[in-house]
């Protein structure tokens, strides 16, 4: 079995609402749903953010998890990068403030360039009208072995006539992916391509905060006509 036929299952649903004035999905205008703490308000569908929210939650990427928030605990691990390479370490909290992770030390492992491979997308082709979800596979790759970037944003996107679906791709056990913690992030968006959508390519671009830098991946597949 291929990895889109074990990972079909997975990811999360994102569904559009219906758009004003009894417009049909799939053309203009689209409504755009975005269900994503990753994507600031105010830039709604553009970026990502990697700031830390207090959350328990690595936002940036970066290893260290909620640095300068506010903290009880004197310390606990972490990962980051000491003079050998990737290593384990301490986060101190100074000061009722959570500190970066530092006192790194073996065993040691690679550093890599943060990047992201869009694994699959299925169906290839995507068929105009009532067909599958569109499943969207990627492997983040963050600076340490140890590091886990919290989601990933997916958008499905065509030109005739300009849209985007956005979706949120995760790898924590939750949101149907019982696969937690293999590396590999699946998203599931709704198929909007319906009757009058010309036959073209497709965008997908999946995006994603590490060591606090955003990191996109882009791929392509055919939009055909039935």
């Given at each position: 079995?291929?990895?889109?036929?074990?990972?079909?299952?997975?990811?999360?649903?994102?569904?559009?609402?219906?758009?004003s004035?009894g417009?049909?999905?799939?053309?203009?205008?689209?409504?755009?749903?975005?269900?994503?703490?990753?994507?600031?308000?105010?830039?709604r569908?553009?970026?990502?953010?990697?700031?830390?929210?207090?959350?328990d939650?690595?936002?940036?990427?970066?290893?260290?998890v909620?640095?300068?928030?506010p903290?009880e605990?004197?310390?606990?691990?972490?990962?980051?990068?000491?003079a050998?390479?990737?290593?384990?370490?301490?986060?101190?909290?100074?000061d009722?403030?959570?500190?970066?992770?530092?006192?790194?030390?073996?065993p040691?492992s690679?550093?890599?360039?943060?990047?992201?491979?869009?694994?699959?997308?299925?169906?290839?082709?995507?068929?105009?009208?009532d067909?599958?979800?569109?499943?969207?596979?990627?492997?983040?790759?963050?600076?340490?072995?140890?590091?886990?970037?919290?989601?990933?944003?997916?958008?499905l996107?065509?030109?005739?006539?300009v849209?985007?679906?956005?979706?949120?791709?995760?790898?924590?056990?939750?949101?149907a992916?019982?696969?937690?913690?293999d590396?590999?992030?699946?998203?599931?968006?709704?198929?909007?391509f319906?009757?009058?959508?010309?036959?073209q390519?497709?965008?997908?671009?999946?995006?994603?905060?590490i060591?606090n830098?955003?990191?996109m991946?882009?791929s392509?597949?055919?939009?055909?006509?039935?």
């Amino acid at each position: 079995m291929n990895r889109v036929g074990r990972l079909g299952a997975l990811g999360l649903l994102v569904a559009a609402s219906a758009a004003s004035g009894g417009c049909i999905i799939g053309t203009w205008p689209t409504p755009e749903e975005t269900p994503n703490s990753l994507v600031d308000v105010s830039n709604r569908g553009k970026a990502p953010t990697g700031n830390e929210a207090c959350n328990d939650v690595d936002d940036d990427g970066d290893g260290s998890v909620d640095e300068g928030c506010p903290c009880e605990d004197v310390a606990r691990g972490c990962v980051g990068i000491g003079a050998s390479g990737c290593g384990f370490g301490v986060q101190w909290c100074a000061d009722g403030v959570w500190q970066e992770c530092s006192d790194i030390g073996p065993p040691y492992s690679p550093v890599h360039t943060p990047r992201i491979d869009v694994v699959s997308v299925s169906p290839d082709p995507v068929v105009r009208g009532d067909t599958p979800a569109v499943v969207i596979v990627a492997e983040p790759t963050a600076r340490c072995r140890g590091i886990a970037v919290p989601s990933l944003l997916v958008t499905l996107a065509s030109s005739v006539p300009v849209m985007r679906v956005h979706g949120v791709a995760k790898d924590n056990g939750k949101d149907a992916d019982d696969e937690a913690a293999d590396g590999a992030y699946s998203a599931s968006l709704p198929n909007p391509f319906g009757p009058g959508v010309e036959a073209q390519t497709l965008t997908i671009q999946v995006e994603g905060i590490i060591d606090n830098r955003q990191v996109m991946a882009a791929s392509q597949v055919p939009l055909e006509v039935q």
